[in-house]
């Protein structure tokens, strides 16, 4: 059997080969068709049972198949399973773009909608139906059909596109290493930073010790390595990833222009603007935000210059002190960008007398893990524990998460460790939703995934802090997806629930980092077993919010890129996608990059990712988050019974309600900024 047509339990990973990919699309893309072929013959009333319900279990098992594949795409990637990744992405998004613009299925809906049986179905299938209505809208099925063909082939070409923009910058990520074969040229990176690249030069058959733009690699040597000439040469690899001024050490630094996504992102602009002006939208930001909770781009952007105004003078402050400690201490009178996390490491280890370094021997892996299971058993009456699956690489793990009463609410898969064949960054997705189905509950499954830096040797993994807070915020995801108790898939989890609102749950898991009973069961130190020192939790806590202005204003410089982006530019016009990104960071930032930095290049969240229009997504659900947990500081950081009502309020209704509604119904009130002022340091001490 075709592992890609199992659908009664977990994915058959060992067994999935890219043969198996066409012909189980196929099949699916064919039952499916003739299923609405079905329903359109039916001259019966459509209802939940003979017409809704029906359609939801086909699009599932297609769902859940092309998941698999996308999944081992994104954690797998090889050249045999991206050219067949490549080869069917465009007939599922022709079969989607087909079944959004379909006039008569439309009618069906809208004819649910306006029936008896309405007002009788659940808040759950009444939001479900609405959804429905407003994304046929979106998908263009009351467009002329001249302007459907065309609105098929945007969205077909656009899912081509944004593929290749995700591929060519882990080609251009994967292609650039640097082998450094004097130990001298080493200073300043630890010792068990060395060994990771010693032993990622022994892999490649080479002498000394070769470094990577991977996540785990090139992070540290920006932090510690003394050589200027080395982080610049790092700096500049990394910064131009993807872009026409990219290089290939490892072929003589010979440009491929091929991983060039400058003309990708061009054309992925202006087929986003097509797209909208077809269905009636001034630009795709406005397109973007007729699904969230924002309404309008400039509400976007009147939030975003509000909290620029309070961030700036602190990130001007950052700054200013920065450059100082650079000329005084570390003798950089002319401090660049690639000395800035260099002088930013230093200037924490003096001022607050310890370093990420010394904080890191606290967080083996397993201890972290245990410790995060615990938070949440605590918060929300729940069991986490190992469990047997198939896996897609040896070093995945996978568990259930039991409710008090022993019943299994749901699984996740964690894939912890950066690998060549793994894109970068950290990311939850769904691998099965929960629905009621026949035989009863079907049980939710995540996908969680970072990437850490693998156990060297006989040594466990060891994390950071800021890589701690990286796996609450994905767990955070995960459990929004695994803990609701809606029993319909389009509002099950995180479906339906507005994209600004999405990072509610994951930035509110990440608060718990940072308390001091909570970092009691997360750490070890991996040498002596003892347990983080009060008085270096004190320190941690002293520079939680070191350089908070900088690093807001640039999630806000970001943000602000993107809103006017896929607002009021125009990608034919003379102006060039890097002069706007330089036009926002006048007005907005404080630290320039050098004129070659190309980050629009690798900007994968809004280019490759679902957050077009929407990275301010961050910012805007961040005060969400801030004001929910400071419903914990007043209750007690531990209450079961306030992580209970989230738990009620927030993780298990889903996409059922409004993200709003579900707020006031946790907080009693409306959100308010101050927590994340408050949270973020960027409040005036008196």
């Known amino acids: 059997m075709n592992p890609l047509l199992y659908f009664s339990g977990l994915p058959r990973f060992e067994e999935i080969r890219s043969k198996h990919v066409a012909p189980a699309l196929d099949q699916l893309l064919t039952e499916n068709r003739e299923l609405c072929e079905r329903l359109l013959a039916d001259v019966s009333a459509p209802t939940w049972d003979n017409f809704i319900q029906p359609l939801a279990d086909a699009n599932e098992r297609l769902s859940r198949s092309w998941g698999q594949v996308s999944h081992l795409n994104a954690v797998m990637n ?18 989607y773009g087909e079944l959004a613009q379909n006039l008569a299925l439309f009618q069906k809906v809208k004819a649910v909608h306006a029936s008896g049986e309405f007002t009788t179905l659940n808040a759950a299938r009444q939001k479900i139906i609405k959804n429905q209505l407003r994304d046929f809208r979106l998908g263009g099925a009351e467009l002329p059909e001249a302007q459907k063909v065309r609105f098929l082939a945007i969205q077909e070409e656009l899912s081509t596109l944004c593929s290749r923009f995700s591929d060519n910058i882990l080609d251009a990520t994967n292609a650039y290493t640097w082998l450094v074969e004097d130990e001298a040229e080493l200073s300043g990176i630890p010792a068990d930073e060395r060994q990771v690249a010693a032993e990622a030069a022994q892999e490649e058959g080479k002498t000394g010790w070769l470094f990577t733009l991977k996540a785990p690699s090139y992070g540290p040597l920006m932090q510690y390595a003394d050589n200027r000439a080395l982080r610049e040469r790092m700096y500049t690899a990394n910064s131009t990833r993807a872009s026409e001024l ?31 002006h077809l269905l009636g939208f001034s630009n795709f930001a406005e397109l973007s935000l007729a699904t969230k909770m924002a309404s309008t781009p400039q509400q976007v952007q009147n939030f975003l210059g509000e909290l620029a105004q ?13 450059r100082e400690f650079a000329r ?90 950066a690998r060549s ?49 990286t796996l609450f915020h994905e767990f955070g995801h995960g459990l929004h997806h695994l ?30 980092c940072w308390e001091w009973n ?44 993107d809103m006017r982006l896929h607002g009021d530019f125009d990608p034919q016009g003379a102006l060039t996608i890097q002069q706007l990104l330089d036009d926002v960071r006048s007005k907005v930032a404080v630290l320039i990059p050098p004129a070659f930095n190309r980050f629009p290049n690798s900007f994968s969240h809004i280019f490759a990712g679902g957050y077009a229009a929407g990275y301010y997504s961050y910012k805007w659900a961040e005060v969400l988050s801030a004001d929910a947990y400071s419903l914990f500081e007043e209750s007690g950081v531990l209450n079961l019974a306030a992580g209970l009502r989230f738990r009620e309020e927030i993780l298990a209704v889903g996409g059922s309600r409004d993200a709003m509604q579900s707020f006031v119904a946790f907080r009693g009130r409306e959100p308010s900024i101050d927590a994340l002022l408050r949270h973020s340091g960027l409040i005036a001490a008196n």
Not at 80 to 95: C, G, H, M, S, W
Not at 310 to 322: G, I, K, S, Y
Not at 495 to 502: C, T
Not at 531 to 548: C, E, I, S, T, V
Request: a negative charge.
């Open 78 to 95: 090889s050249a045999p399973l991206r050219e067949v990744y490549n080869a069917n992405l465009p007939k599922i998004t022709q079969y």
């Open 518 to 561: 909570v970092l009691q069961d997360l750490t070890r130190h991996v040498d002596t077993g003892q347990k983080l020192p009060r008085a270096l939790f004190d320190k941690m806590q002293a520079a939680k919010n070191f350089q908070n202005g900088l690093q807001t204003l640039r999630q806000i410089e970001f943000s602000l890129f």
């Open 246 to 276: 990219s290089s290939n050490a490892s072929a003589a630094d010979q440009a491929k222009p091929e991983w060039d996504n400058t003309p990708l992102m061009k054309q992925i602009l202006k087929l986003r603007g097509e797209e909208a």
């Open 483 to 512: 803990l609701t108790q809606v029993e319909d898939l389009g509002v099950s989890g995180i479906n339906g629930v507005e994209w600004d609102a999405v990072e509610l749950p994951s930035q509110f898991m990440e608060n718990f």
């Open 310 to 322: 309070r961030a700036r003078p602190f990130a001007e402050q950052d700054l200013t002190e920065l």
């Open 328 to 417: 005084t201490q570390l003798h950089i009178t002319d401090m660049q960008a690639w000395d800035v996390s260099y002088a930013s490491e230093h200037l924490r280890q003096q001022r607050y007398a310890f370093s990420e370094q010394e904080v890191k021997q606290y967080f083996p892996e397993d201890r972290v893990l245990d410790g995060m299971f615990k938070l949440v058993e605590t918060l929300y009456g729940l069991t986490v524990r190992s469990a047997p699956a198939p896996l897609w690489h040896l070093t995945v793990s996978f568990y259930d998460i039991l409710d008090g009463d022993g019943s299994l609410v749901g699984q996740f898969y964690l894939d912890l460790y």
């Open 421 to 469: 064949s793994k894109r970068g960054g950290a990311w939850m997705d769904d691998a099965i939703t929960r629905r009621r189905i026949a035989a009863g509950i079907q049980t939710p499954v995540a996908y969680l995934n970072c990437n850490f830096a693998a156990p060297v040797g006989d040594r466990r993994a060891l994390f950071t802090h800021d890589e701690v807070i």
